[in-house]
């Protein structure tokens, strides 16, 4: 079975310091990959997208950028943190034929201070 | 380009009535439509999916929706409410035509359920 995993589950970082997330899929070969954020317990953003290795579609200009250096590991960074950063942020994985629907990590909450 | 409207930021219902989330979509083509539910601090769990057929689909814990193409729904219904079931509950869309950024899939702002005992 499929799982996915995403780490860590909270984090308190100054502004201005640099940001890694890390997202890692096992139990299936070439998926999409998704980041997305949660601001205040409402709706969900699309930050990012990936289709394959090396490939990123940004859907938000904003201060961040994604990376997949493997077929089964996402990466959100920033080099610069903004208060405005601060959220919930969410990978999730999925496929194409079959089984459309995306399935979601457990969350990332990070607090810019 | 793809978009979802979730309506009511908050329904509220009585335990054991029927209950009824609303979600519009914007896409072209015929799309994948969803439901998640999600809990406090937690990721989004699947509740279920419309990719063809039956306009009614049934999901987990008693949930169903129903598919109206010509008024582009996709509504969130459960015959007998629970506590339990209070949670936020997002729709979403995706494009099921085999291109690139048909992988992405937009979500609602979401709909806050309440049950009240």
């Known amino acids: 079975s499929q799982t996915i995993h995403q780490w860590p589950a909270t984090l308190v970082q100054p502004v201005g310091s640099p940001l890694s997330l890390e997202c890692t899929v096992e139990?299936?070969?070439?998926?999409?990959l998704y980041w997305y954020r949660q601001a205040a317990g409402r709706g969900l953003q699309l930050l990012f997208y990936?289709?394959?290795?090396?490939?990123i579609s940004s859907e938000v200009p904003q201060n961040l950028s994604a990376s997949r250096p493997q077929d089964r590991q996402f990466i959100l960074s920033s080099k610069k943190l903004l208060l405005s950063d601060s959220g919930f942020y969410l990978c999730a994985w999925s496929v194409y034929e079959g089984r459309p629907e995306a399935f979601f990590g457990q969350g990332t909450r990070l607090t810019v201070v | 380009a793809q978009s979802v409207a979730q309506p009511e930021d908050q329904v509220n219902v009585a335990e054991g009535n029927p209950l009824t989330v609303k979600c519009t979509y914007s896409v072209s083509g015929n799309p994948y439509l969803f439901w998640y539910v999600q809990y406090p601090n937690r990721g989004l769990q699947f509740l279920l999916k419309y990719i063809t057929g039956d306009n009614l689909v049934k999901g987990s814990y008693g949930f169903e929706a129903e598919f109206n193409k010509s008024q582009t729904s996709f509504h969130l219904k459960k015959p007998s409410a629970l506590v339990s079931d209070s949670a936020l509950y997002f729709c979403a869309v995706r494009d099921r035509r085999m291109y690139s950024s048909a992988s992405k899939i937009i979500f609602g702002s979401g709909t806050r359920l309440s049950i009240r005992p």
């Open positions: 990936s289709v394959g290795i090396g490939q």
């Open positions: 139990g299936t070969s070439n998926p999409n």
